[in-house]
């Protein structure tokens, strides 16, 4: 882990000359190797593209933990007394199963101190690292309680073919599950029924999951969605949640893979990923797919600082 911070990343204006609590991220930002407490937020990045590349998808990916943490920088700290950079798992190898079983190493150790981990992708292979991670933490406490796999996603990411992908990573988690004799549920929210071929909801009827298609989670349903989300939330003892950017409409993310042309809102998405958190049941979430290199004006990257500063808030 690191022992120090990037000052090139973790930078931003100084209005100490202000009235009031100015302080941005920046000024409460800590290096793991400083140590890390129970309730800390943490961040990890996940850089990496090789499961886009073996997706056959538009890389660019690996640069987003950076990019994410530029803007958090920035951003005011309200509430946070201080938030705890563990750093990156780099593949730039092409080894992705070494790589995700090294992101998993983090996860579990960030959980075992007690504190809040959010991952910043990187390709939705960050699923796979992600959910190793806690799963690893659990059965070190020999907690057998069902999880809630959320994932807000325009795709299902249930691809059965290997090598593995940034298309496989739930179809991974499901033959872990199966094998391991693991409770859990897979919800999708914001599929998109042009995104996603018969076979991949077949697959989905085959996991258990439940779905709500992209144009089922617009603003006008959301009470509804919320409720059912609930229901979900009560049967689950434990939650991880992974979104992936590129369920927003274009406009509002046109920094990933594959543009939504729908899309879910941000508020939706958002309200989604708070209602989640309040249950007292979020373990560890992740953000993936965010695209620095296909971005506009950082659109895409704020979009996921702003959803990563409300997940990881006191």
């Known amino acids: 882990m690191n022992t120090g911070l990037d000052p090139a990343i973790w930078r931003a204006r100084d209005d100490s000359a202000e009235r009031g609590d100015t302080r941005r991220l920046a000024h409460v930002a800590t290096a793991a190797g400083q140590g890390i407490a129970a309730g800390d937020a943490v961040l990890i990045g996940f850089a990496c593209d090789a499961g886009v590349a073996r997706n056959q998808g538009r890389i660019g990916a690996a640069q987003a933990p950076a990019a994410i943490r530029r803007v958090l920088a920035g951003l ?5 007394r201080r938030l705890v950079d563990a750093g990156d798992v780099a593949c730039d190898d092409g080894q992705l199963e070494a790589a995700q079983d090294r992101l998993a190493d983090r996860v579990a150790a960030v959980l075992q101190a007690g504190a ?40 299902f990411d249930l691809r059965t073919g290997r090598p593995a ?8 988690i499901a033959e872990c599950c199966a094998a391991g004799g693991h409770a859990w549920q897979y919800a999708c929210y914001g599929v998109s029924r042009l995104g996603n071929t018969a076979a991949l909801y077949a697959r989905a009827a085959d996991v258990g999951a439940v779905w709500i298609e992209d144009h089922d989670l617009q603003e006008r349903h959301l009470e509804p969605c919320l409720a059912g989300l609930d229901s ?4 689950a003892g434990h939650v991880y949640l992974t979104i992936d950017i590129d369920v927003l409409p274009a406009a509002v993310a046109p920094g990933v893979s594959a543009p939504a042309a729908y899309g879910v809102p941000l508020t939706v998405v958002e309200e989604i990923a708070l209602r989640v958190k309040r249950s007292g049941k979020l373990r560890v979430a992740d953000l993936a797919e965010c695209n620095p290199a296909l971005d506009l004006d950082q659109r ?3 979009v996921a600082a702003r ?4 997940l990881l808030a006191p």
């Not at 991670?133 to 996603?153: C, I």
């Not at 992908?165 to 991974?172: K, L, N």
């Open 232 to 235: 979900l939330l009560a049967a």
């Open 76 to 80: 005011p700290a309200h509430g946070y």
């Open 165 to 172: 992908s940034s298309g496989t990573p739930f179809d991974q």
């Open 116 to 155: 809040r981990p959010l991952v910043l992708g990187g390709g939705h292979e960050v699923a796979w690292g992600t959910f190793q991670g806690l799963r690893r933490w659990l059965d070190g406490q020999g907690d057998r309680l069902p999880v809630l796999v959320l994932n807000l996603d325009a795709h």
């Open 300 to 302: 895409t990257a704020r």
């Open 307 to 310: 959803l990563a500063w409300q």
